[in-house]
């Protein structure tokens, strides 16, 4: 399929919005399974019902079969996907949403440090400026928490975890950045759902017990497996339509929904510090985006 980049109106922008909240929705649902079960084996619900969505995937979609240099570029890919998906669902076990999602906001940092490692691409003067405001904002959030062990308590592995999820995603995504226009999208969907799975449940089976949790979860695990498919494929298609920069700033709406689920489902009221963190960290990700573009 061609690629089109250049769809200026709003409706590539509606789509990845929508795959934003579907993304938070499942994330929220990770949030009220780990209330219940360990880590583990809400990772491996995740993907044990993103396995079935991705026979229905296959099915409707027939992707060609994966080449061996797919695979072998993909399941590089797919540990650190899974290790993001464990470190991220353990940080919001801990952490109130809207935290948790604002600490993954220095993706963008990292990928463009990685970038430049491992794509030789080139990385604005500004990153250093961009990596100082990001560090500031998670202070600032720090700070509102009471910034002392004694304080922060169990706090503080979940930040660890949160900014690790967020190394991890950065690598993951710049590994598929790496392969832009080999892969059809239903036959990375598919793939990752599967080698993620290969890495994640032989250690669920050996350390958990991943099919007793799906068994007394199947409807909020089917839920999230819909979820995390059906918004794939709809940040996938935004990403076909329009520009990567004009999608890549929709990612921090996800604070408005993180707010929302926050507060009416799990009453966690954010303190303000949280918004002023954020808007230093997403200001270090503008200034990333401006530079590159200028």
């Known amino acids: 399929m061609e690629k089109n980049h250049h769809d200026l109106s709003i409706g590539p922008v509606l789509l990845a919005i929508a795959a934003v909240f579907f993304f938070t929705a499942l994330?929220?649902?990770?949030?009220?399974?780990?209330?219940?079960?360990?880590?583990?084996?809400?990772?491996?619900?995740?993907?044990?019902?993103?396995?079935?969505?991705?026979?229905?995937?296959?099915?409707?979609?027939r992707p060609p079969w994966p080449s061996v240099d797919m695979v072998k570029a993909h399941s590089i890919r797919a540990f650190f996907y899974a290790g993001t998906s464990f470190l991220f669902f353990y940080a919001i076990s801990v952490l109130p949403m809207v935290e948790t999602m604002v600490f993954t906001y220095i993706a963008p940092i990292f990928m463009a440090i990685l970038g430049r490692i491992l794509l030789k691409e080139k990385v604005p003067a500004s990153t250093a400026l961009a990596i100082l405001?990001?560090?500031?904002?998670?202070?600032?959030?720090?700070?509102?928490?009471?910034?002392?062990?004694?304080?922060?308590?169990?706090?503080?592995?979940?930040?660890?975890?949160?900014?690790g999820s967020a190394g991890t995603y950065a690598l993951a995504n710049v590994l598929l950045r790496?392969?832009?226009?080999?892969?059809?999208?239903?036959?990375?969907?598919?793939?990752?759902?599967?080698?993620?799975?290969?890495?994640?449940?032989?250690?669920?089976?050996?350390?958990?017990?991943?099919?007793?949790a799906l068994r007394s979860e199947w409807m909020l695990g089917l839920a999230m497996g819909a979820l995390g498919t059906i918004g794939q494929f709809m940040m996938a298609t935004a990403l076909h339509r329009a520009p990567a920069a004009r999608i890549g700033t929709?990612?921090?709406?996800?604070?408005?929904?993180?707010?929302?689920?926050?507060?009416?489902?799990?009453?966690?009221?954010?303190h303000w510090t949280v918004y002023a963190g954020a808007a230093l960290i997403i200001a270090g990700s503008f200034m990333l985006l401006k530079a590159k573009k200028s």
């Open 250 to 270: 929709v990612e921090y709406t996800n604070i408005i929904w993180a707010t929302l689920i926050g507060i009416f489902i799990f009453q966690e009221w954010p």
């Open 27 to 61: 994330d929220g649902i990770a949030k009220d399974l780990g209330s219940r079960h360990s880590t583990i084996d809400v990772v491996s619900i995740r993907y044990l019902s993103g396995l079935i969505w991705s026979a229905v995937v296959a099915a409707f979609y």
């Open 133 to 163: 405001l990001s560090f500031v904002g998670i202070l600032v959030i720090a700070f509102g928490k009471g910034f002392s062990l004694d304080h922060l308590q169990g706090s503080v592995l979940g930040i660890i975890a949160a900014l």
């Open 178 to 212: 790496a392969r832009a226009g080999d892969d059809t999208i239903a036959g990375v969907v598919v793939l990752q759902n599967i080698l993620a799975s290969t890495l994640v449940l032989p250690f669920a089976f050996l350390i958990g017990d991943p099919i007793g």
